[in-house]
């Protein structure tokens, strides 16, 4: 059992920058896949980032490309989403997953936390 609890969201402006954080417990950390995804109001889920387990592979959606990084600090028990360049349309809850394989689906994880809100505003 893998417990996640986001953190960092909150409002900024166009063009500015939000690092979140999101905390697991349990001490098998390394071995979980992680994932940010993002929910605007009015619309389904969707993949924003994933990060292997040891941290060496990373996969972005076309949307945040160049503008997110996920990274994962594994001592800390930590994945991290440090946002720049933010857009209006970037407004969303942010939540973390934790699963077995990186990966875009939903379904691929298998747990979630509870999410952390996100306005950019023009």
């Known amino acids: 059992q893998v417990q996640l609890v986001e953190s960092g969201g909150g409002l900024v402006q166009a063009g500015g920058s939000l690092r979140l954080s999101c905390a697991a417990s349990?001490?098998?950390?390394?071995?979980?896949?992680m994932g940010w995804f993002r929910q605007a109001p009015g619309k389904e889920r969707e993949f924003v980032a994933t990060?292997?387990?040891?941290?060496?592979?990373?996969y972005y959606a076309h949307s945040v490309k160049g503008r997110f990084t996920i990274s994962r600090d594994n001592a800390k028990n930590t994945v991290y989403l440090q946002m720049n360049s933010l857009k209006p349309e970037d407004t969303a809850e942010y939540c973390c997953?934790?699963?077995?394989?990186?990966?875009?689906?939903?379904?691929?994880?298998?747990?979630w936390g509870q999410g952390t809100q996100v306005t950019v505003s023009s």
């Open positions: 349990g001490r098998t950390f390394s071995s979980y896949a």
């Open positions: 990060i292997s387990g040891t941290g060496t592979y990373t």
């Open positions: 997953a934790a699963g077995k394989v990186t990966a875009q689906a939903r379904g691929a994880y298998d747990y």
